[in-house]
């Protein structure tokens, strides 16, 4: 399994910008998927969560300007970040839970978001 | 929200050396608890599971133990392709969080 992540790039403070993460090994939908981000030089932040039920969830620091979804047709997580900001700028990983302990056993190879003017 | 705070920062070790890790939760998480290896410009590896679980393909000398709030990974015999920045995660809540970092590197 490979996770793949599309989308990030160079946008402007309070511009939009939207991920995407597939691999066609595995069903997203059966899966726990998540967003985890790494500001340069930094730790590990969770993001976001979409349980299998549909259900999601997100760090505070998201909540109200970030959306995660997924197309079940095309077999594809997304990351929809609106109002960004200087303190986004980071690599974006999508990963993957097979069950409901989520611990997140493949993960994407990361794209960056650098927001900046 | 639940917190995860992990010690050591960082730490100097050698190759063949004891290494103990310790994560805290801000509250109870019972067995909830994952531990991950960062290699730099790498995505993160799962190691550990369920505190104690051990992953498919990762080696022996990589154990984890805790329930509640306090958790500790342990390496009984470093290798040199273990330095690397070690990180716990837990899954209690709804709200994922992981601990800040604990960076291995050479004495």
């Known amino acids: 399994v490979q996770l793949v992540e599309t989308g990030g790039g160079l946008i402007q403070p309070g511009g939009s910008l939207r991920l995407s993460c597939s691999d066609p090994?595995?069903?997203?939908?059966?899966?726990?998927m998540t967003w985890v981000r790494q500001a340069p030089g930094k730790g590990l932040e969770w993001v976001s969560v979409?349980?299998?039920?549909?259900?999601?969830y997100y760090a505070d620091s998201v909540k109200g300007r970030f959306t995660i979804s997924r197309d079940n047709f095309k077999n594809t997580l997304y990351l929809q970040m609106n109002s960004l900001r200087a303190e986004d700028t980071a690599v974006y990983y999508c990963?993957?839970?097979?069950?409901?302990?989520?611990?997140?056993?493949?993960w994407g190879q990361g794209t960056l978001v650098t927001v900046s003017s | 929200d639940i917190q995860m705070t992990q010690s050591p920062p960082s730490l100097s070790a050698s190759v063949g050396d004891r290494v103990t890790i310790t994560c805290r939760a801000s509250?109870?998480?019972?067995?909830?608890l994952n531990w991950y290896q960062q290699k730099p410009g790498k995505a993160p590896n799962l190691l550990i599971f369920?505190?104690?679980s051990l992953h498919s393909g990762v080696p022996s000398r990589f154990s984890g133990s805790g329930s509640g709030t306090d958790f500790t990974l342990t390496i009984s015999s470093l290798q040199p392709e273990d330095f690397a920045t070690y990180y716990c995660?837990?899954?209690?809540?709804?709200?994922?969080?992981f601990g800040g970092g604990t960076k291995v590197e050479i004495k």
């Open positions: 090994k595995f069903t997203v939908s059966s899966n726990y």
């Open positions: 995660q837990q899954s209690y809540s709804t709200a994922l969080s």
């Open positions: 369920a505190s104690s």
């Open positions: 979409i349980h299998r039920d549909g259900n999601t």
């Open positions: 509250r109870g998480i019972a067995n909830y």
């Open positions: 990963a993957r839970a097979p069950g409901g302990f989520l611990n997140f056993d493949y």
